[in-house]
């Protein structure tokens, strides 16, 4: 018997370890049940598996798959920079794929990403982008989903950034771009129920009560299940009762999305709901509970500050990287069309008169060239100057385009630094007084002076030393 059981082992143990496109499509599968239940840890350690073996029999959709699934649990936990290295991992991918929507899928989880530190320009960037990559695909079902996807997170960006007109314009866009679909699918009805709560959030934000109950309605009516994720359901029904004062329904809503948000690991809407819920328990004279429920509000909140701050360099590093690209490839052309001139050097040495001409036109071309240069540094810098006046979100991204070198040496000192000290750092660079700071940014000159103190403890910048040559310094180190 024992004999018998040896002879096989082999066999047995080949069977159990055979690697198929089937297998891993049946674990991908497993993974879209763990997304739905919200368990990311486990997420993650199985697509770390099936990345191992899709890579071993080298079946791309796997590895994209995998690699997308991996970014996702990552962004799920707010943890974009591991999010973001996953979703490079994909790139080199695509030639060896034929699935035609993975590239756009790629591209809204970058927005995603972005969104979560409050690059909302940068975000909507990308899903315009994927909005004329999305009309080009051929399947008019993948089509209809995928721009459906895409317009939910543009409406959601807007939603953030407090333009509620636009949100509900693109809210709504969603359900005309849906009717077009003469069959809906899982996706589709995905993107509609997004879409009606997003709708239904904007109306409640312009306290339009009834109409965010339509909406809430109409998106629990649509055929699709969220599990641990209809906590955002909830939530709207227990704002919806809070509106009308009905507090103790307010808060039985809340305590459901709690729980709801709880298993998804959704920890930036569970801080949400523990601020409104501390409220509506005020609100019922339960102020005990509702000073519990604060202080749970309270102790996320800082938690997930701090994970934001660590996310902020890294997603801004990766930005800067994105927009070098073109700037790479202008380099390299530039490079083969110097190589180029160089071998014509040689076949013209003899033709002296024409080698003089030449020297002459390269060097009027370099003279041309550097007061170009001159010019774009100079519109660079009245650029960030103008959008520093302006108050504008998009300051900071563009200020590390322009001095890539500033935000990194602050953070060798200070690793800890948040954004709006590194703006305010920003600032300094770009020699803006006292007052200009405090009329641009609309904060007293009192204040504007304290920051320079705590500044000055942070980075360690000496008493005696002038704080604007100093961050001039940071610069050039």
């Not at 040896?6 to 674990?27: E, G, H, M, V």
């Not at 979703?87 to 591209?107: T, V, Y």
């Not at 050097?345 to 041309?368: C, D, P, Q, T, Y």
Request: glycine share 2%; aromatic share 10%.
């Amino acid at each position: 018997m024992m004999k018998f059981i040896f002879l096989f082992f082999p066999l047995l143990l080949f069977a159990q370890s055979k690697i198929t496109t089937q297998t891993i499509d049946k674990r991908l599968e497993k993974s879209n049940a763990l997304l739905i239940e919200g368990r990311t840890d486990e997420m993650v350690t199985l697509n770390l598996s099936i990345l191992d073996d899709a890579k071993h029999i080298n079946y791309a959709e796997g590895k994209l798959s995998a690699y997308y699934n991996l970014a996702l649990a990552f962004s799920m936990q707010y943890k974009y920079n591991k999010s973001n290295y996953f979703l490079k991992m994909m790139e080199p991918e695509f030639k060896n794929s034929e699935a035609e929507d993975q590239e756009i899928s790629m591209n809204i989880l970058y927005s995603i990403n972005y969104r979560g530190i409050k690059m909302y320009d940068e975000a909507l960037k990308k899903l315009k982008k994927d909005l004329v990559m999305a009309n080009s695909l051929k399947n008019d079902s993948t089509k209809c989903a995928i721009k459906g996807m895409i317009l939910v997170q543009i409406g959601k960006n807007y939603f953030e950034k407090k333009q509620y007109d636009s949100a509900a314009y693109y809210g709504k866009r969603i359900v005309d771009e849906l009717k077009k679909s003469k069959k809906m699918d899982a996706g589709m009805n995905t993107s509609l129920k997004a879409a009606m709560l997003l709708l239904a959030e904007t109306k409640l934000n312009e306290n339009k009560i009834d109409s965010a109950e339509v909406y809430i309605k109409s998106a629990q009516s649509v055929p699709i299940e969220w599990g641990n994720n209809d906590f955002a359901t909830l939530k709207l029904w227990g704002q919806i009762h809070d509106a009308r004062k009905q507090y103790d329904s307010a808060i039985v809503d809340y305590e459901k999305a709690i729980k709801l948000a709880g298993k998804a690991k959704n920890f930036k809407k569970l801080s949400e709901l523990y601020r409104l819920i501390a409220k509506s328990y005020e609100k019922t004279g339960q102020i005990d509970t509702g000073n519990r429920y604060e202080l749970k509000y309270n102790h996320l909140n800082d938690s997930l500050k701090r994970i934001d701050d660590e996310n902020l360099e890294d997603t801004i590093d990766l930005l800067v990287e994105e927009k070098k690209k073109p700037l790479e490839h202008q380099t390299h052309l530039l490079l083969y069309v110097i190589l180029i001139g160089s071998v014509g050097a040689i076949i013209i040495i003899f033709f002296v008169h024409k080698r003089i001409k030449n020297k002459n036109r390269v060097l009027n071309i370099k003279e041309k060239e550097t007061q170009e240069l001159n010019q774009k540094l100079n519109f660079a810098f009245e650029e960030v100057i103008q959008l520093a006046k302006n108050n504008d979100p998009e300051f900071l991204t563009r200020f590390q385009e322009v001095y890539p070198d500033f935000f990194p040496n602050l953070m060798k000192i200070e690793p800890q630094l948040q954004s709006t000290e590194l703006k305010f750092c920003a600032l300094l660079f770009l020699n803006f007084s006292t007052k200009d700071i405090a009329t641009y940014t609309f904060v007293q000159p009192q204040s504007v002076q304290t920051r320079k103190n705590r500044l000055r403890k942070r980075l360690r910048i000496p008493s005696d030393e002038d704080i604007y040559l100093w961050m001039k310094n940071m610069y050039i180190q």
